[in-house]
């Protein structure tokens, strides 16, 4: 049986541990790595080693960027009275992307799952009521949320079960802490582009549920 | 506009020019690398960039290996005589692994493409036809091979079309300086699991032209 070299081998093996990568897309990734340039791999794996580098939690919206707080919590063209609360840094990246959302995040950092063990105590929920409570921050008088009461909650955690799970337990907790709030969830229906006919029954049911005046 | 830190910005760049790696896919495994431990980025990195590190190319069959002559060509339990002839070392690993093929390989680093300026001379040819005029590789008379000429060569090419025109100047380059040489090439058909409704019109000629008795 011919083996592949050790070095190589190694590669796929390590590539094969990355989420999405089947066997057979880690051996096509590494034969193309070691068809590169020396120059080219070392500046990979120097990227690869150094993406934790000089990146900070911000303390007002939990996201990741390069000062604390960060640039999306000091943007004071922002509306600073409407806080989108997501699951991870991607899903803040994505509804920003859209450019429908002037208000500011803030960064759950994962969802209940009781399987799991993840608890509310787990993620930024109760940094997320001191927000709403207090008036701006309170860390630096100068940031423009200061002054600026939460007025409105978008929930904007994924349509998956935990999601819907830790929604329903935002809600909850946000109401209780504070019965005039406005607490939204993001709507959940057909994607553009989907088709009726494939659509699942639970995303139909929502799209029924959900409908609005045309 | 939220901006991701310019570490991880960077590193979905990087890995968005790997192959079949869209941004999205790029997004999620840089992402998923931010959570990994220090360490195991570390060894990641290494391996990445050690890729190259102690492979040779064997001087018999120019396939990869950690030794010159190969593990294959040193192997004397394989026929000798019957030389497969690959586009890439993944290929001489993919047939290899199928455990059908007892002989051993000779892996052309490619194929002819003259749009891209790649001709026979780019390619390991003359190599295969000093290796089918010889009496062994002449390397080291310890190998197997001396003494046992080549006497069928299989052109396992790739079924594309740059496959195909390889595969055909390989038998004529082949028969004319070797007339009594079997020269053989692989089934083209339809594949396992395979749904002839759904075959395109040239894998169904191919599968009827190789038809067999039954």
Do not use: W
Request: glycine residues 8%; charged residues 25%; aromatic residues 4%.
């Amino acid at each position: 049986m011919t083996k592949l070299p050790t070095s190589l081998q190694k590669l796929i093996n390590e590539l094969g541990k990355l989420p999405g990568i089947g066997p057979k897309t880690a051996q096509r990734l590494a034969f193309y790595l070691f068809r590169q340039d020396k120059i080219d791999l070392d500046n990979l794996a120097q990227t690869v080693a150094k993406v934790k580098d000089g990146i900070v939690f911000c303390s007002v919206c939990h996201n990741m960027g390069e000062f604390d707080p960060c640039a999306t919590c000091k943007d004071d063209r922002r509306d600073h009275s409407l806080v989108c609360v997501v699951e991870e840094p991607l899903d803040a990246q994505a509804i920003d992307k859209s450019g429908q959302f002037n208000g500011v995040f803030h960064v759950l950092g994962g969802v209940l799952n009781p399987l799991e063990g993840i608890g509310p105590e787990n993620l930024e929920v109760q940094s997320l009521l001191d927000r709403i409570a207090s008036v701006g921050t309170g860390l630096d008088l100068s940031l423009p949320e200061n002054g600026q009461r939460v007025k409105e909650v978008i929930i904007a955690t994924n349509p998956s079960l935990e999601g819907e799970t830790t929604a329903m337990h935002l809600s909850k907790v946000i109401r209780s802490a504070n019965s005039t709030i406005k607490i939204t969830r993001i709507a959940r229906g057909l994607p553009m582009g989907g088709d009726l006919e494939y659509a699942d029954d639970i995303t139909l049911m929502r799209a029924m549920e959900g409908r609005r005046d045309y």
